[in-house]
């Protein structure tokens, strides 16, 4: 087979949403062979809620994932506010965010309960690309034509002249090349659920539309989701050098007292109260997040990562699912830029040629990305100062009103930013 004749073998470590993401946008290209490698044995519905911007959904509206856009998968606020801030004692709306840009209404914010936009992704993952039980071990070199082989915990293998790294905050991917960028907790600790909303039906003023309590030192969100469910999640400030935190062993997704959830809210609203009263039970997450990577160029120039494996930001303004969509999505192109179905390949599939692919999925990428860790670094450090200190009602609202604006974030052009990425002059190798 001639290298104008090869198929690029791309290799995905991890099924979540920027690992489905890129999948899909690369797998109706019949020279591109891409496959997923998931360590689960099944894709089982895990987490609570997960928001997706305009910079996410105008590109899953893009690669063909129409379903994820439909108010039957995700709820948007009917008022067009992407988000409305509440007192946490008053219950009286502070501010809220809007839209900025042209943006259309099937793009506004949308808030899913997690498995669904995975399930609604899986169904556009065409079959046998999908490869579960697969626990990442290694990466190493095949030495009779130098692809990259990837080692599996059950002894098998896979080939691949890419390798894309989308296997969460923890990267297994990332730490075999940097073991140093290990995620830390932040001091910050969630508790969510989501639970059938007929829990709340006795309670006349509960929210009918996305909305973020803000308190001196803990926040409470609350919004509808399709379905008839009903999302909750608290989140509580404390000392990240406190080594013997009640919660700092905590799981992903760990059980935590409900009853003890409710004693930290007990000076709030009394519809923030009856809200807690009524849920049934929560899952607790300390908050992780690492320093933004020095590159994203691994193994020779082969390896890259995508999602939190990429940026491990901890939580960025509810934003990373779009990050991940985004990274998937600039990922392909760089790919489809290079390895083109049509008018010949602008290098060839080797070490360098493949760099330059990774290469110019960075460029699109990470300058962006190390942005928003950077500011979502100066949020945890604000946070924790802010437990040292004990803030005035007056001192709360104003923050509430003067929140920095990150439509930057949320209405990031992903577009845009690969087109700019695209060098003016290459040494094209047509092959």
């Not at 130098?146 to 989308?166: C, E, H, N, R």
Request: aromatic share 8%; proline share 5%.
């Amino acid at each position: 087979m001639s290298d104008a004749t090869k198929r690029i073998r791309i290799a995905i470590v991890g099924a979540g949403i920027a690992g489905l993401t890129a999948a899909i946008a690369l797998q109706e290209e019949p020279h591109i062979d891409v496959q997923i490698y998931e360590r689960a044995s099944e894709l089982r519905e895990v987490g609570a809620t997960i928001a997706l911007g305009p910079n996410g959904l105008k590109i899953l509206d893009k690669i063909g994932v129409s379903k994820a856009l439909k108010d039957t998968v995700g709820f948007r606020n009917r008022t067009g506010r992407s988000m409305i801030y509440r007192h946490y004692q008053t219950d009286e709306v502070v501010s809220f965010d809007v839209h900025h840009g042209p943006v259309e209404s099937k793009h506004h914010c949308a808030r899913f309960f997690r498995p669904h936009l995975q399930k609604v992704l899986l169904e556009h993952v065409r079959p046998g690309r999908l490869h579960l039980h697969k626990s990442f071990k290694s990466i190493r070199r095949e030495p009779s034509d130098q692809s990259l082989v990837i080692d599996f915990l059950d002894g098998s293998t896979a080939q691949a002249d890419i390798i894309l790294g989308a296997d969460g905050i923890h990267s297994a991917v990332r730490r075999a090349y940097i073991p140093t960028s290990s995620a830390l907790w932040t001091g910050h600790v969630f508790f969510r659920t989501v639970v059938p909303r007929s829990h709340f039906d006795h309670i006349a003023d509960l929210p009918d539309e996305a909305v973020h309590y803000w308190g001196p030192d803990r926040t409470l969100f609350l919004s509808p989701l399709p379905k008839d469910l009903f999302a909750v999640v608290a989140a509580h400030q404390c000392d990240p050098n406190d080594p013997g935190h009640q919660y700092l062993a905590a799981g992903w997704d760990g059980d935590a007292d409900i009853a003890a959830l409710r004693v930290l809210y007990k000076d709030w609203s009394p519809l923030a109260r009856s809200i807690l009263d009524a849920t049934p039970r929560i899952k607790v997450y300390p908050n992780t997040a690492a320093k933004e990577l020095p590159t994203w160029i691994l193994g020779n120039g082969r390896v890259t990562l995508a999602g939190d494996a990429a940026h491990a930001h901890g939580g960025a303004f509810a934003a990373g699912g779009s990050l991940a969509i985004n990274d998937a999505w600039a990922f392909a192109q760089s790919v489809l830029y290079y390895f083109p179905r049509e008018g010949g390949w602008r290098v060839r599939p080797d070490d360098a040629g493949l760099t330059e692919v990774v290469s110019l999925y960075e460029r699109t990428r990470k300058p962006h990305t190390d942005k928003v860790q950077k500011t979502v670094q100066d949020r945890n450090q604000f946070l924790v100062d802010q437990i040292k200190m004990k803030q005035t009602d007056e001192e709360l609202r104003a923050q509430m009103k003067n929140r920095r604006d990150l439509t930057w974030i949320h209405e990031h052009d992903v577009e845009a930013a690969f087109a700019r990425a695209i060098p003016s002059k290459i040494s094209e190798a047509r092959l």
